[in-house]
């Protein structure tokens, strides 16, 4: 089991910037990749970034340039700073897991959000 708990989210007026974090405990070891994904009301859920264990990382061409993807392993705590936020971004943002059983991988565990509020 991994249990992952995120914060960091509020209210931001556009061009502005929050981190996220996402702590994780439990069976942490056996994470391969950690994500941020975002869902906004009436719209589907995207991954927004993600880093596998070897420190490699995704973005959505929504966020490049703007957001970063990182991890404190001594902290077992995974970030997202966003910057120059837009009212697009606003959403919920989940952090998740990726387990591999094999070359099988997926998010399989996810925490329980937070909402991050752009204003224009």
């Known amino acids: 089991q991994v249990q992952l708990v995120e914060s960091g989210g509020g209210l931001v007026q556009a061009g502005g910037s929050l981190r996220l974090s996402c702590a994780a405990s439990g069976n942490i070891f056996s994470i391969n990749a950690m994500g941020w994904h975002r869902q906004a009301p009436g719209k589907e859920r995207e991954l927004v970034a993600d880093i596998s264990r070897g420190g490699n990382t995704f973005y959505a061409d929504s966020v490049k340039g703007r957001f970063t993807i990182s991890r404190d392993n001594a902290k077992n705590t995974l970030y997202l700073q966003m910057n120059s936020l837009k009212p697009d971004d606003m959403a919920m943002y989940y952090c998740?897991?990726?387990?591999?059983?094999?070359?099988?991988?997926?998010?399989?565990?996810w925490g329980q959000g937070t909402q991050v509020t752009v204003s224009s």
């Open positions: 998740a897991a990726e387990m591999c059983r094999g070359s099988i991988c997926s998010y399989d565990y």
